[in-house]
């Protein structure tokens, strides 16, 4: 009961929060431009260093807990420099959930909890063969499979944050291989990019971590990257759109969330990840493959003056070999399938937009259906740069039964 009245009491806050600033307005509008942190190389400024660095906070309750809880969701640091249009060079570094629970006195003396310290999400070089048409790069890389949102930003989307929030069994469901072949996302490999007309593509080969599970009757990652071996060494990614309106930029890897009506978008998209031999069953020589494909189409456009809307759907299908109860010990546990969709309307001039989210999982490993319902309400202060966004969402896990839960977030997101 005290955790609701927490809730309520935040909400009620969130809610005049704006109200209080749209009256502060009419006397002055402040001034929230700023020219993007970045260093010219040359005189007319075509080489330069791009610096980004972005913090997002928490405030959470959860059903299951008797208290609220502060947490850092993400804090981090990203640069890239385009010394000649012949090649590119980018470095990403951070932390994720950071808490009461992984809050450590004396990092450097860490050992068991490595939740507090920072790590390397991103390091690759490019370089471009045809420009615009084929880019090659190299190195720990988020050029991803399968779908959109499995190359979204984490700057701009446009729900509080990833898909799946925790309540369900797919729990960011769209990295399909976090915390099984890769670095929280990310691939160790080699990478080609490119537009051709309206057609966007990526597509990738990559040595996948080192991960050897027990064997048992039920398959368990078993890969092996030892000199003497390279059983499940190599996986392969690839993700396709067609743009129908405008086109937009894959510089970099990052998905935007939402334009906030500034483009007109519509893409339609289709991607893979398949993993040989990832696998084994039993013994080392018994091995099963891992393949995931996925589809979305995604629409961002102002439909007038006042009003801007952003939608998702996508649909994903997840396969690990050929036996039913796998867990992949992964966020997303077994073979089966996802559909997921979001929507929001943006408020132009209140700075307002109001959002809905619902996913919904049959997986072999989960005796029921899993489901999420989300409703979110994003009020930005400058765009993505600063925004406040309350959402709550409600779900429940089929593995457990069918035991439900809820969760309320309050977030404040600040990107320079």
Not at 280 to 297: C, G
Not at 301 to 323: C, Q, V
Request: hydrophobic share 40%; with cysteine; glycine share 10%.
């Amino acid at each position: 009961m005290k955790q609701l009245f927490y809730i309520l009491l935040l909400s009620f806050i969130f809610c005049l929060f704006p109200q209080g600033i749209s009256a502060q307005q009419e006397d002055m509008e402040p001034d929230h431009s700023y020219k993007p942190l970045q260093a010219k190389l040359n005189e007319d400024g075509s080489k330069y260093v791009r610096f980004i660095m972005w913090h997002q906070l928490w405030l959470e309750g959860n059903s299951n807990q008797e208290s609220l809880r502060f947490s850092i969701r993400r804090s981090r640091f990203l640069a890239y420099a385009q010394i000649s249009p012949k090649f590119l060079i980018l470095t990403h570094f951070g932390l994720n959930n950071l808490g009461p629970n992984t809050l450590t006195a004396n990092p450097n003396s860490q050992t068991d909890n490595q939740t507090s310290l920072l790590f390397l999400h991103d390091a690759w070089g490019e370089f471009a063969i045809e420009q615009g048409k084929l880019h090659v790069g190299a190195g720990l890389h988020y050029w991803n499979g399968i779908s959109r949102l499995s190359n979204q930003s984490t700057l701009n989307m446009m729900t509080l944050d990833n898909p799946g929030a925790g309540n369900s069994d797919v729990r960011l469901f769209p990295w399909n291989n976090i915390t099984t072949s890769d670095q929280f996302a990310r691939h160790l490999g080699i990478y080609a990019k490119g537009t051709l007309g309206k057609l966007q593509y990526r597509i990738s080969a990559n040595n996948a971590r080192n991960n050897i599970g027990a064997l048992g009757a039920v398959p368990t990652y078993q890969v092996d990257n030892s000199a003497s071996n390279s059983d499940g060494l190599w996986n392969f990614a690839g993700y396709f759109k067609y743009d129908f309106f405008e086109q937009e930029s894959d510089k970099l890897p990052y998905f935007v969330g939402s334009y906030l009506g500034k483009k007109k978008v519509l893409s339609l998209g289709a991607g893979f990840f398949h993993h040989p031999n990832a696998l084994a069953v039993n013994t080392l020589d018994n091995r099963e493959s891992v393949t995931h494909f996925a589809a979305d189409i995604f629409y961002d456009a102002p439909l007038n003056e006042k009003l801007a809307i952003s939608t998702l759907g996508a649909y994903y299908n997840y396969g690990y070999g050929n036996t039913d109860g796998f867990d992949s010990g992964g966020l997303v546990p077994s073979s089966g399938t996802v559909i997921h969709g979001q929507a929001g309307l943006l408020f132009r001039d209140l700075k307002l937009m109001p959002y809905i989210t619902y996913n919904t999982a049959d997986l072999d490993f989960t005796p029921e259906r899993s489901n999420e319902f989300g409703v979110g309400l994003n009020y930005f202060v400058n765009g993505h740069f600063a925004k406040l966004t309350a959402e709550f969402t409600s779900g429940n896990r089929g593995f457990t039964g069918a035991e439900s839960s809820n969760i309320f977030r309050l977030q404040a997101h600040i990107f320079l």
